[in-house]
């Protein structure tokens, strides 16, 4: 079994947000798989998706950008997967606007999500889809990461999303390092 957390933080005043870049991704692979979330329990929003007699879970952490790990630890305990079956979407300020960042291993970077993840899970040995949201260092970065990206930004946002679910769905069928040699920008 394999897991695929898109990060983000729940609720409606987050929806749309630079920080929520993962929620989008995982929206844009279920649109494309035709499928929802269904369960809501270890404190995240999940499905699992049958993908050729493989089952994939798809998980929306529910316990805010920060404690993200709380959720994937759970889920990853109860259904026994490992740690290298896991992939990780976040968003990244180090990144330019719609740029996608490919890695199998490192820090967070900065990102509480994914650090926290790393935390919980005791390695940085996990997959990750990084996707840039750049920084306007005239904001402050909490008012930068919650707020909703501007008109001109949202086509290549939405671009990037549809690229690094294209990425994932790439993944069900090829190795990891396969998935970073096409879709690395």
């Known amino acids: 079994m394999r897991m695929i957390v898109g990060l983000g933080n729940p609720g409606r005043q987050y929806e749309k947000t630079r ?3 993962g929620f989008l991704v995982i929206d844009e692979l279920l649109r494309r798989l035709h499928i929802e979330l269904k369960d809501n329990k270890f404190k995240g929003h999940y499905t ?3 993908h050729r007699g493989e089952k994939i879970l798809l998980l929306k952490p529910e316990t805010f ?3 993200s790990g ?8 109860y259904y026994d997967i490992a740690t290298e079956d896991i992939i990780v979407i976040h968003d990244d300020m180090d ?4 740029k996608i960042r490919i890695r199998e291993k490192g820090s967070a970077g900065g990102q509480k999500g994914m650090g926290n993840i790393i935390d919980l899970l005791k390695t940085d040995r996990i997959k990750r889809i990084r996707i840039g949201i750049a920084h306007d260092r ?8 919650l707020g909703r990206f501007a008109k001109e930004e949202l086509p290549v946002m ?5 690229k690094a679910a294209e990425a994932l769905e790439f993944s069900f069928d090829n190795a990891f390092s396969m998935v970073m040699n096409r879709y690395n920008q």
């Open 138 to 145: 005239s904001i402050d970065t909490k008012d930068y990461v």
């Open 70 to 77: 709380e959720a994937v630890l759970a889920l990853k305990n």
């Open 48 to 50: 699992i998706y049958n």
């Open 95 to 98: 990144l330019p606007l719609g």
């Open 19 to 21: 920080h929520n870049a």
């Open 158 to 162: 939405e671009a990037a999303f549809a």
């Open 65 to 67: 950008m920060n404690l």
